[in-house]
């Protein structure tokens, strides 16, 4: 009331009144139009980069973990491996290569410590594979020197190859819900948003009181726009902090 009691005792007003709104407007505009843009483009981002990544990073892990307890039945077997074990082994090791070139292929230049993870992982798993293969080479002529590679190709798996796996997972996992807080909206944008409401119901007030009438079309139309991108923004930074909890 003491605002609206101002604004009608002062002559002139009604310019002001418009400038203020019309520039208020034109800055929120803005500010959520580069929102909405920015939002889009990190969006676009997590859905086409971040995201496979991380998907191929644990590709990577799991492979490499189903590998690892493959070739230990085969062992278990004696003699030559079932043709299931040694196909789930292969696959298991086809699925581990695939999400290495994956991740390879993805990855930024910028990223050297993804990049040196990937390598880690590559040059262990060529070591890795080729033990195997003489463990079961000798495991297929009954030598029990098979044994002693087997136990030293999980050793590199355990200590080594799975870590560098799960410290690049965790990375780019990380990284996607880092992506996914970022694609959210500033409630400082929602604020200003709510302002500018509040200053379009002070000038109808304002308005009505001077003109004797109740509505003024045009700011009952800018408020009813401003109203909705407020609960776009609201809804829209909402569903963005559950995404990234």
Known sequence: RPVVD?????????????VVLIAALLIV?????KTVFDRQARLETLRSHT???????????GGLSIANTTAATAFLSGG?????????????????????ITASNGVSADDTHSLKLLTD???????????????RANNRAGR????????????????????????????HADAVLASGRSAGVSPAIIAAAVFVLGLLVLAQVFLARRSRRRLNPGLVVASLLVAVLVGWLAVAGLLSARAAG
Do not use: C, K
């Not at 029990?144 to 965790?170: D, K």
């Open 29 to 33: 505009g803005a500010a959520a139009s």
């Open 80 to 100: 030559i491996e079932p043709h299931a074990v040694r196909d789930r082994y292969d696959a298991a090791i086809g699925q581990a290569s695939a999400g290495l």
């Open 144 to 171: 029990p020197i098979g044994v002693g590679y087997l136990s030293e190709s999980s050793a590199q798996m355990q200590q080594s190859i799975l870590p560098s796996a799960e410290q690049l997972y965790r990375t």
């Open 51 to 61: 995201e496979p990544l991380a998907d191929a990073a644990q590709g990577i892990y």
């Open 6 to 18: 101002f604004l009608l005792a002062s002559p002139g007003r009604i310019a002001i009144i418009a």
């Open 121 to 135: 992982v590559s040059n262990q798993l060529a070591v890795y594979t080729g033990i195997i293969a003489t463990a």
